[in-house]
């Protein structure tokens, strides 16, 4: 059947073999399907986004987070974006977001760790991702980067 979940699952498909102008294609489709599924406006914002059109990136990811206030992957696809941007705040104060709504998703402990250690509040960020790597203990990339972060601060 034509729906909109179903476009964005051939989206994602497309997506994962970096065929990112094809998933747009999808993506919109899904959303002229159903404008209110914020799952195809958060796909349509990292196709976006892998193709380095930011504002238009930006645009999808608000969408999805005002049609899905109450989600948190809609505020990390916004948080990525921006981070992306650079705007290193913006996107700390949607991975807050995301963890009020999913607090002990290590993911995002980890990426807003990471995130305020590019915006030098090297505390911030050891505190985060300690708890990612609390709710990780076997993850070695995560111990890596606590580590980096940790050798800043002590520099």
């Known amino acids: 059947p034509d729906s909109a979940p179903c476009r964005s699952r051939y989206a994602q ?3 994962g073999q970096n065929r990112w102008e094809e998933a747009m294609v999808e993506y919109s489709r899904a959303i002229s399907i159903d404008e209110r599924y914020h799952e195809a406006h958060e796909g349509m914002a990292l196709a976006l986004l892998h193709l380095k059109k930011m504002p238009e990136a ?13 989600n948190a992957d809609s505020h990390s696809v916004l948080a990525k974006v921006l981070e992306k941007k650079g705007d ?12 009020k709504l999913d607090a002990k998703n290590p993911r995002l402990h980890q990426a807003l760790g990471l995130v305020l250690a590019d915006a030098g509040d090297l505390d911030g ?13 076997n993850d070695y990339d995560l111990k890596l980067q606590l580590h980096s972060v940790l050798q800043k601060r002590n520099k």
Do not use: H
């Open 13 to 15: 498909a497309l997506c």
């Open 125 to 137: 960020a050891i505190a985060e991702l300690m708890t990612a790597s609390k709710l990780l203990p």
């Open 58 to 70: 930006i645009s999808s990811a608000r969408k999805a987070v005002a049609l899905a206030p109450n």
């Open 88 to 99: 290193y705040d913006g996107a700390a104060t949607q991975y807050k977001l995301a963890l």
